[in-house]
Each structure stands twice: as C-alpha cells, then as structure tokens.
C-alpha cells in the first residue's frame, strides 16, 4: 500500500499572501496525483488532478506541481474562503489519501 | 447535472450491518467507477474501495476485507455499499464519489452518510 504523508500538518497564512502545502508519496506515483479541498460539514471538492492540472471552476490561484513521490499545492494571494483542510490523493495504485493539512487564514 | 444522493443517517448496534445506497442521476452509473471513503469525526478522509458498474468488478482497502461488500443496480443507477460486524470506531460520515473516466479524481461526491454504531 502506498502511504502518503502531508506536511504541515497545521497551516497560518495571512490573506493576500501564498501558501505552499506538501505532499509526499512512499513510492512513485507517477503524476496520478489529486488535490482536494474539505471545508467543515461539506463533502471534498476536486481541486487538482494529474498533479498539475486544475478542476473544473477551480480559481486560477490554485496550481499543483510534482511528479514521482513529491508533490505541492500552491495556492497564491490567499482569500478568506480558502480556510479548509486541503487532501492529496493518489490514483496510481489503488487510491491512498494523505492525512491533511489544516489551512487557516490569519 | 450529474448528482450523487446518498441515503439517510443511520445508527446501529455493535455487531449489525449497515447498508448505504448512492443515487445516481444525470449520467450512467456504467460509464465510471464509484468509490466509497468514509470520516470518522474529527478525522481525515479513508478510501473505503472501488466499484465499476459496468463490470461488477471491485476493489477493497485492506483493512476493510471481509466486511466490506459493494453492489450496484443498474436499473435504478444505484450504487450500495455494506459494511458487516460494524465496531465503535466504524463510526463516520461515508461517501460516495464518482470517478473520472481516465484520471480517477472524485469529481462529484454525495452529500455524505452519518453511520453511527453505539450500544
């Protein structure tokens, strides 16, 4: 099984200003990589997919980068709506999720 | 548009099954793979398993293996999942999620399950 592990796990960024969030596979996945964003009592919403590629809809201040076991989730001049707790996942065998990383708007 | 409408909450006693059904409607059930994940509260989201409709063919977390079963019913473009000798700690919210046709992203999801078991 791959395991995927994301970091930080908790993420304080100020409006306007970037974030980076990480994603780490244990072995290569190639770039069958996605991204999602969870705000609470919602369900996920698909934000990235193929590591790079954006959604449907999804603001172009969203970009996913990487390949192989190291993947980024860029998400620049942040806005308030932004504050959720953002997944990777990986497709490449079967589906892992990573743990999450919580993003807070200061 | 393509909607995913999950089944109502439920509560159930250690030891029970539960069985969850995902609606599908603006599109064929056929035409892509469904994936259950789950969240137990306050937790992170758990990839459950993999269904395709247009096979029958499926694929479980190992965790889950022998307590897990997914159906689907064409007819009603339906999908189902059951989970057996439920346990405190099988406590979430399931979803249901379809997969995209060659990248399997979830790109549209129900609107979640709370499965509660407590004695």
């Known amino acids: 099984e791959i395991v995927m592990t994301q970091s930080p796990a908790t993420l304080s960024v100020s409006p306007g200003e970037r974030a980076t969030l990480s994603c780490r596979a244990s072995q290569s996945v190639s770039s069958k990589l996605a991204w999602y964003q969870q705000k609470p009592g919602q369900a996920p919403r698909l934000l990235i997919y193929g590591a790079s590629t954006r959604a449907t809809g999804v603001p172009a201040r969203f970009s996913g980068s990487g390949s192989g076991t190291e993947f980024t989730l860029t998400i620049s001049s942040l806005q308030s709506e932004d504050s959720a707790v953002y997944y990777c996942?990986?497709?490449?065998?079967?589906?892992?999720f990573g743990q999450g990383t919580k993003l807070e708007i200061k | 548009q393509v909607q995913l409408v999950q089944s109502g909450a439920e509560v159930k006693k250690p030891g029970a099954s539960v069985k969850v059904s995902c609606k599908a409607s603006?599109?064929?059930?056929?035409?892509?793979?469904i994936s259950w994940v789950r969240q137990a509260p306050g937790q992170g989201l758990e990839w459950m398993g993999w269904?395709?409709?247009?096979?029958?063919?499926?694929n479980f977390a190992q965790n889950l293996q022998g307590r897990v079963a997914m159906t689907t019913d064409t007819s009603t473009n339906t999908a189902y999942m059951e989970l057996t000798s439920l346990r405190s700690d099988d406590t979430a919210v399931y979803y249901c999620a379809r997969e995209g046709q060659q990248h399997y992203y979830f790109d549209y999801w129900g609107q979640g399950t709370l499965v509660t078991v407590s004695s």
């Open positions: 603006g599109y064929s059930l056929t035409s892509n793979g």
């Open positions: 269904i395709s409709a247009y096979s029958g063919s499926t």
């Open positions: 996942k990986q497709y490449n065998s079967w589906r892992t």
